[in-house]
């Protein structure tokens, strides 16, 4: 974990990076500040479709709008704060169009643990480890959200390939990931944030997300901003999977029933 000096620094020069390109100007003039922690990893990935789950104020949205004007975009941010900004950010963006609600293996209704940073709220309920780990993540409230199937929502033509499935759900990671049912198929590339301790309770492990997406084709080629505790534990990473070519893929209902049956 950086110190307050260190993480003051980086915030300085991130702004500095964010301030030298027109679209990250734009976002910092609607109070949201590009994901640029992602470029590096992502300048190699192919994408003419970006489906950003979990895309909160369209931090990462905003990274790949700016440096892809042509890709298509399809995000999902359930909580109504966050996506209000979204939709003020992309509100001039024909390209770019927000479902707001959460994603998941079936289609609901159900409460959402709310976060006092909202990038840290999920269907999971916040554990202590998570509030010592980040300070200010604890519980505030709760907001009634609609969860539904990638499949549901989207038809196969709306995923121009290749198309990149960005995933930042707080521990909804595999649920997330069953939700999209046959669509998964369409996807090219899997980005996704994974925990190696268990912050939200229920939450599936790097291990369990590493073996679901193994079985459905796709392989672990990057491993990006690894986060620590004090202790050097790492408690979570940012994994870059690509699909593997000629390669036979399980059904995801199939696995799902051995991963969470």
């Given at each position: 974990m950086l110190t307050a000096l260190e993480n003051r620094m980086r915030q300085g020069r991130k702004l500095l990076k964010l301030l030298s390109t027109g679209g990250f100007r734009r976002g910092?003039?609607?109070?949201?500040?590009?994901?640029?922690?992602h470029r590096a990893v992502l300048k190699g990935v192919p994408m003419a479709t970006l489906i950003d789950v979990g895309a909160n104020v369209g931090q990462f949205s905003l990274l790949c709008r700016t440096d892809r004007p042509d890709l298509r975009i399809h995000a999902f941010e359930p909580l109504t704060r966050p996506a209000n900004k979204y939709?003020?950010?992309?509100?001039?963006?024909?390209?770019?169009?927000?479902?707001?609600?959460?994603?998941?293996?079936?289609?609901?209704?159900?409460?959402?643990?709310?976060?006092?940073?909202?990038?840290?709220?999920?269907?999971?309920l916040i554990t202590e480890e998570q509030t010592s780990?980040?300070?200010?993540?604890?519980?505030?409230?709760?907001?009634?959200?609609?969860?539904?199937?990638?499949?549901?929502?989207?038809?196969?033509?709306?995923?121009?390939?290749?198309?990149?499935?960005?995933l930042d759900v707080q521990g909804y990671e595999l649920q997330a990931l069953l939700g999209c049912g046959r669509l998964l198929?369409?996807?090219?590339?899997?980005?996704?944030?994974?925990?190696?301790?268990?912050?939200?309770?229920g939450q599936a492990l790097a291990d369990e997300i590493v073996q679901f997406l193994f079985a459905n084709g796709f392989s672990l080629t990057a491993v990006n901003n690894p986060v620590f505790?004090?202790?050097?534990?790492?408690?979570?990473?940012?994994?870059?999977?690509?699909?593997?070519p000629s390669t036979e893929v399980n059904a995801p209902?199939?696995?799902r029933e051995t991963q969470i049956a």
């Open positions: 910092l003039r609607h109070g949201v500040a590009a994901a640029i922690e939709l003020e950010l992309f509100k001039d963006d024909s390209q770019t169009v927000l479902h707001r609600c959460a994603l998941g293996p079936e289609s609901t209704a159900t409460s959402m643990y709310v976060s006092g940073r909202d990038d840290s709220s999920s269907l999971l780990f980040a300070a200010g993540t604890a519980t505030v409230g709760t907001e009634l959200v609609v969860v539904s199937r990638l499949d549901e929502i989207l038809a196969e033509n709306d995923i121009v390939r290749p198309a990149l499935l960005k198929d369409r996807i090219d590339s899997v980005y996704v944030e994974v925990s190696f301790v268990t912050l939200y309770l505790d004090p202790g050097g534990r790492c408690m979570q990473a940012d994994f870059l999977f690509r699909r593997r209902s199939q696995v």
